[in-house]
């Protein structure tokens, strides 16, 4: 069972080392540096209630995390959040990924967010259909606009929008 909480400083090593390891050996991420322990508690602190980041723990052990980023330091996007989601590389293929998608999509929408964004590389379909099914939308394609492991890799951009209240 999954448990899914606030994400803390004191979670950061765990989700360094989630994200480390998918640097290292995905396409998930474009990022090719792995991030220190320091380097994920800025991270963290950068985030707000409006861009929360979430952890989903299995047995007390964090197996996973999501985020939900600022897309642009303009204010005109602050309405408009990024979605990430990683989970350790021992518990992929679980609904892990589903069920935190899912949450950070909801605490997106509570906490007053517009819409919220999501690269996805090109040989990702199981991302893609992940997000379809909580009501994102493919919105166009990147072509080759990163490297990766000696490849030039294409980006599905996919949004979710939220309806306006009254």
Known sequence: ????????VNDMSVV?????????????????EVKS???R???????????????GECNGEVVGWASLSRWSD???????????VYIHKDF????????LLEVITIEGE????????????????????????FGYKHVGVLKEVGMKFDKFLDVYMMQ???AKKD
């Open 16 to 32: 360094a080392d989630i994200y480390n390891e998918a640097i290292l050996n995905t396409t998930a991420t474009f990022d090719t």
């Open 110 to 133: 509570k906490a007053g967010l517009h819409t919220i964004l999501s690269r996805i590389t090109q040989d990702n379909q199981k991302s893609v259909h992940l997000h379809e099914v």
């Open 74 to 84: 303009r204010s005109a996007y602050d309405s408009t959040a990024e979605v990430s």
């Open 92 to 99: 992929r293929n679980r609904g892990f990924g589903r069920k």
């Open 37 to 39: 322990l320091e380097n």
């Open 41 to 55: 508690i800025q991270w963290l602190s950068q985030h707000s209630s409006m861009n929360p980041v979430i952890v």
């Open 1 to 8: 069972m999954l448990t899914i909480r606030q994400a803390t």
């Open 160 to 162: 979710k929008v939220f």
